[in-house]
């Protein structure tokens, strides 16, 4: 029987799933977690503590939201994770036309938010209009562009208002971080409460930014607008 290979995006997914997998398996058993897999996994627990109990290098799954984890090495960090190898032409074609138009970018977290909005809320074209005139956008200098893990379904999210930005598209043969560096490249960012959010915010440099994030960003309530 023949057996067609999977392709990028399903291998993604499987990967993503079984890196899910591992964190939740260190949510439960994290000494275990370490001494078998090698890894210091978690889903929702806070490592900053448990880092400072490590003795040798470790693999980390984590969503280390915190510049707690690495205050004393942010810039290094930053160029590791922003020098790219071997860069898409989905992301030469779209670093070219970011240094032309000077973006101002919005990010849109979707996916398995839409059925957890106890947990995340939901964010509505309302606060990101908000969010643009807390960054200083202005129309008539800086195109808007929308990053988006669902961009077709973004576009109804946001609706009128936001007919005219740049729905940046998700090809499989570019890699999410490409998108993410995208991101971080920009001056003025409007972000949900998300990890991706958070890392492209962190990868670019706030002192030299406008970044606005909705507040608080977690809660049984969700964010408030």
């Given at each position: 029987?023949?057996?067609?290979?999977q392709n990028s995006a399903t291998r993604?997914?499987?990967?993503?799933?079984?890196?899910?997998?591992?964190?939740?398996?260190?949510?439960?058993?994290?000494?275990?977690?370490?001494?078998?897999?090698g890894s210091v996994a978690s889903e929702s627990r806070d490592l900053r503590r448990?880092?400072?109990?490590?003795k040798k290098p470790a693999r980390i799954n984590s969503y280390c939201g915190h510049p707690d984890f690495f205050s004393s090495n942010e810039s290094d960090l930053r160029k590791q994770i922003s020098a790219l190898s071997n860069p898409s032409e989905f992301f030469l074609k779209n670093q070219a036309r970011l240094d032309a138009e000077k973006?101002?970018?919005?990010?849109?977290?979707l996916g398995d938010y839409k059925n957890f909005e106890n947990v995340y809320g939901k964010l509505t074209s309302k606060y990101f209009e908000k969010g643009l005139v807390e960054s200083s956008h202005d129309d008539t200098n800086h195109e808007l562009w929308?990053?988006?893990?669902?961009?077709?379904?973004?576009?109804e999210v946001l609706g009128w208002r936001f007919r005219h930005a740049y729905y940046v598209p998700n090809y499989p043969s570019a890699r999410p971080l490409e998108s993410m560096i995208l991101l971080s490249k920009m001056r003025r960012k409007v972000l949900s409460n998300s990890t991706f959010s958070w890392w492209a915010a962190f990868l670019g440099y706030p002192e030299e930014e406008s970044t606005v994030f909705p507040?608080?960003?977690f809660g049984k309530d969700g964010p408030i607008e």
């Open positions: 029987i023949y057996r067609s290979p993604n997914q499987n990967f993503a799933r079984l890196l899910q997998l591992e964190r939740m398996v260190g949510d439960a058993f994290g000494t275990v977690a370490l001494k078998i897999l448990y880092f400072s109990t490590l973006p101002t970018g919005i990010h849109l977290r929308v990053f988006s893990d669902e961009p077709e379904k973004a576009k507040r608080p960003m």
